[in-house]
């Protein structure tokens, strides 16, 4: 059914639930995974992106899932989603409903609610 999955973090641990589900489909169904992350430039200089995404591929490994990162900087993050979802022919967007976005969520709204809007891939939220 699936056969590529993106699945977006910013690494907290409400999104670590989306990344999770994501996985667990990417196995049932034999998806391949791409996990992106999109550091705004805010936060660039406080945050280790990195590790975030060494936690998705490792967790991927342990599961025998294929998966690839991608780590975009200075765009909108629910744009970088979207874009990336074309790009790597992704078929699915499985992400988590909440982030650490915070006060800049009630402000500007979602990236969750962003993406759905925006994308033209089907999107999964997990809560």
Known sequence: ?????????????????????GLALAKSVGARVSAITVVEPLFAVSGDFASVLDRVAGAARELGVTCDTIQVESVPAHEAIVAAAVDRGCDLIVMASHGVSGFSALLLGSVASKVLTAAKTPVLICQ
Not at 4 to 21: C, F, K, M, N, Y
Request: no cysteine.
């Open 1 to 21: 059914m699936y056969r590529h999955i993106l699945i977006p973090t910013d690494g907290s641990e409400l999104a670590w639930r989306g990344v999770a589900h």
